[in-house]
């Protein structure tokens, strides 16, 4: 799947394989002699859906990633948690209604994918977004 490396830290999006369902978000983390076994992020994180492609600050302690929306728009939408010493919070659902892909820029701008349909469900475009932070 899609990953994002940060210092040590790889959090990486996987399908199946003892998740929590669909495509779940895993970490692992480098050591001497390669990467740790990956752990899966767990529930606060994944749930019976698809989370995935991960984006993390390079201090590796903020995470941005793509998961269906729990806020009752439709499609998928972007979220932002940070890490509590070795766990991660309750994510936020930031942008919503078919976005996806995030990435921020050292500014604190975050870059994310709208996509469109239509009324009949297929795909006519996908757009490259700008949210500048204040």
């Not at 209604?97 to 297929?122: C, E, K, V």
Request: glycine share 14%.
């Amino acid at each position: 799947g899609e990953l994002a490396v940060a210092g040590d830290v790889m959090v990486f999006d996987r399908l199946g394989d003892g998740g929590y369902g669909g495509q779940d978000l895993w970490e692992t983390h480098r050591t001497g002699r390669g990467w740790t076994e990956p752990e899966n992020l767990g529930p606060v994180i994944n749930s019976a859906g698809h989370e995935s492609r991960p984006w993390l600050s390079a201090d590796g302690d903020e995470l941005w990633f793509t998961a269906w929306s729990q806020s009752g728009y439709t499609g998928p939408s972007v979220y932002r948690t940070t890490r509590a010493g070795t766990t991660w919070v309750e994510p936020e659902e930031i942008i919503s209604n078919y976005s996806g892909d995030p990435g921020l820029d050292d500014a604190g701008n975050i870059y994310f994918t709208h996509l469109f349909y239509d009324t009949l469900g297929q795909k006519i475009e996908a757009d490259i977004y700008v949210a500048y932070r204040r």
